[in-house]
């Protein structure tokens, strides 16, 4: 398999530590949105990563999809994501806010970063910053010091997603060490753990 992406990606990164869980073997292609849109773009009309390039040819794009495939291919009853009912709806939500937050805060980004001074509205960048923050918060409510993982007491999508989110939070300012302590203590953790460590841009 080939992953199409740059790991500065949150969505990126996500699926190349859903891989290295999975110990699914694949190259990965570290082209970027911005700087590489035209060599994406054979990959995803939409000129956005990751894609997965799987052994047959077929090519997945967005990494909510990309991830679904794996879980099907790793076996539902084996997934980082449980396959039904209310342990999975509890994964999925957290998945939902962290990649949420994923969003808001790249917008921000963009936004400081792509367009000239008088162009920008400090209003609204102030309020996709206070969406992600509040979506960190809300995780990080949720963690338990004591406890390596998020839910179901093993590693699940819900850990993934919320260190992306994290990472890409302290990269824009947001002080997850003060403000999301466990949070911040949870992603500490996982970094440890090897497909988290070989995935750091």
């Known amino acids: 398999m080939l992953l199409v992406g740059v790991n500065r990606s949150p969505y990126t990164r996500r699926v190349a530590i859903t891989l290295r869980v999975y110990g699914m073997p694949f190259e990965q292609r570290a082209l970027s949105g911005f700087a590489d849109r035209a060599e994406v773009r054979t990959r995803n009309p939409l000129g956005r990563i990751p894609a997965l390039v ?4 077929e090519t997945l794009i967005d990494s909510g999809a990309i991830i679904d495939h794996l879980d099907e291919t790793r076996g539902r009853d084996r997934a980082l ?18 990649m949420g937050a994923c969003d808001k805060a790249l917008q921000a ?12 509205h400090l209003p609204w960048f102030d309020d996709c910053i206070a969406q992600a923050a509040s979506a960190l918060a809300a995780v990080d ?11 179901l007491g093993r590693l699940t999508q819900a850990d993934i997603t919320a260190f992306v ?4 939070a302290r990269g824009l300012g947001i002080d997850t060490d003060t403000q999301m302590p466990k ?8 970094m440890e753990e090897e497909p988290f460590r070989s995935t750091e841009p």
């Open 54 to 57: 799987l052994d047959n040819g």
């Open 81 to 98: 994501t449980p396959h039904a009912g209310a342990d999975r709806r509890a994964v999925l939500k957290v998945a939902a806010m962290m």
């Open 109 to 120: 980004a963009y936004s400081r970063n792509h367009m000239p001074p008088e162009k920008q």
């Open 141 to 151: 409510a949720m963690a338990n010091l004591n406890e390596p993982y998020l839910l």
């Open 165 to 168: 989110a994290e990472r890409l």
């Open 183 to 190: 949070l911040r203590a949870l992603t500490r953790g996982l």
